[in-house]
């Protein structure tokens, strides 16, 4: 697979593989699984795998480090911190807030990188933006990790371009992680743009709407009881009613160039930008294999306009997350 850069210290695959939904969030699987499925990933040539402590919480990275460590030479790791975790309740309740002080930054590294099995963090990032601590101080404590050599290189998750400016001025930043698809256009109005003019790689999570642009979920019931995305306004009934006519028109277009609405949606993504390296998740093994066959799809011009022509970036019906979990999303 083609490989694209990361900042000045990264390059991985194109496509790389989201973890949390192996463990966490959608109901999780049998380890034996999530193990398959990563060593089929590492197989095919993803290197990018991305977890995260608050991902289980903790199980994540456990599983991530287990599985990859006969070829840890050959992968890029990611991780990230800055959840306050209680120390009990399940799943989603246990994130109780947030907390990047530096030296929390610095207890929680350590024990990310005993739970992956690894010298070295290849990519850290911030979760969260925490608005009780400067992002100076911050990034100034993951500075000191690179400098330790606990860390090879840095990156945020949900930061405004005002914040990645001040954070890349104290150490570079390597990625930027937001939610993005055609289902969720926030980044391109000030974040895509920071991240090109300033030599930074962008990481979209959820690049499948949650796998709402598969066209696999049609109805709340194809969830699991415990599946998280149950309390997502997206996932409502009447906004999954009223998104479905976004959602056949993309299969449409898809069939018509012999993919999948996956397929369709995920190359989408990647022509937004050479800098750009989705990360959608997969538990199945033919889920992952049609991802990375999306990195071979090329859209001209005339599909990407009519793309955008049929999904606007303001049709969706229904906010990504809760209000609440809004909150945390830097402004």
Request: hydrophobic residues 45%.
């Amino acid at each position: 697979m083609r490989h694209r850069p990361l900042g000045p210290v990264l390059s991985v695959s194109a496509i790389g593989l989201g973890c949390m939904g192996m463990s966490f969030a959608y109901g999780g699987q049998p380890e034996a699984d999530s193990i398959r499925t990563l060593l089929r990933a590492a197989e095919i040539g993803v290197t990018f795998f991305d977890t995260a402590e608050v991902y289980g919480p903790f199980e994540n990275e456990e599983l991530v480090g287990k599985a990859l460590k006969d070829v840890r030479d050959q992968v890029v790791i990611a991780t990230k911190f800055g959840f306050k975790i209680a120390d009990e309740g399940q799943g989603t309740g246990r994130m109780v807030g947030v907390d990047s002080r530096p030296e929390h930054v610095k207890a929680v590294c350590d024990a990310s990188l005993q739970r992956l099995g690894v010298e070295a963090i290849d990519l850290l990032y911030q979760h969260r933006v925490d608005p009780a601590v400067p992002i100076e101080d911050t990034v100034g404590a993951m500075a000191d990790l690179v400098r330790a050599g606990k860390v090879r290189a840095l990156g945020l998750s949900e930061a405004s371009a005002a914040t990645i400016r001040r954070a890349h001025a104290v150490h570079p930043i390597a990625a930027v992680q937001s939610e993005y698809s055609l289902w969720s256009r926030e980044p391109e109005a000030e974040v895509l743009p920071t991240c090109r003019d300033l030599g930074i790689g962008f990481v979209p999570y959820s690049p499948l709407g949650r796998g709402l642009l598969t066209g696999a979920i049609r109805d709340r019931e194809s969830l699991g009881a415990d599946d998280w995305r149950r309390t997502l306004p997206r996932f409502e009934a009447e906004n999954l009613a009223a998104n479905q006519r976004l959602l056949d028109t993309l299969a449409e277009m898809a069939a018509a160039k012999d993919i999948t609405a996956a397929q369709l949606a995920l190359a989408w993504v990647m022509h937004q930008g050479d800098f750009i390296v989705p990360i959608p998740g997969a538990r199945q093994i033919r889920h992952l294999e049609e991802n990375v066959a999306a990195a071979s799809v090329t859209l001209g011009a005339d599909d990407l306009a009519a793309i955008e022509r049929a999904l606007p970036p303001h049709a969706v019906s229904g906010s990504r997350y809760t209000d609440d979990a809004l909150a945390l999303v830097d402004g």
